[in-house]
Nanobody
Framework: QVQLVESGGGLVQAGGSLRLSCAAS????????MGWFRQAPGKEREFVAA???????TYANSVKGRFTISRDNTKNTVYLQMNSLKPEDTAVYYC???????????????WGQGTQVTVSS
């Protein structure tokens, strides 16, 4: 069993930056693929970024070039560095873990509780 706890959300002006963190429990963190998803009010949850156990990464087109996902297996933590934030990035951001490196939320087994990111114009 893996427990995930996100932190780092908040209110930021458009053009600003935030770094989200997701701390994972469990000794098998390094073997998991990790992903970030987000859900805006009235919208479905959408893929943001994913990183494999070996460090390969993939991004949604909407965040490519602005967001960077990374992981530190010594700290059991995955990060999402978000730069050049836009009001449309406003959402609850969720961390997810699973055995498959994928952009589909259905491929992830473990989820955090979410952290709110609000970008003001």
């Amino acid at each position: 069993q893996v427990q995930l706890v996100e932190s780092g959300g908040g209110l930021v002006q458009a053009g600003g930056s935030l770094r989200l963190s997701c701390a994972a429990s469990g000794r098998t963190f390094s073997s998991y693929a990790m992903g970030w998803f987000r859900q805006a009010p009235g919208k479905e949850r959408e893929f943001v970024a994913a990183i494999s156990w070996s460090g390969s990464s993939t991004y949604a087109n909407s965040v490519k070039g602005r967001f960077t996902i990374s992981r530190d297996n010594t700290k059991n933590t995955v990060y999402l560095q978000m730069n050049s934030l836009k009001p449309e990035d406003t959402a609850v951001y969720y961390c997810a873990g699973g055995s498959t490196y994928a952009s589909s939320s259905s491929r992830y087994d473990y989820w955090g509780q979410g952290t709110q990111v609000t970008v003001s114009s």
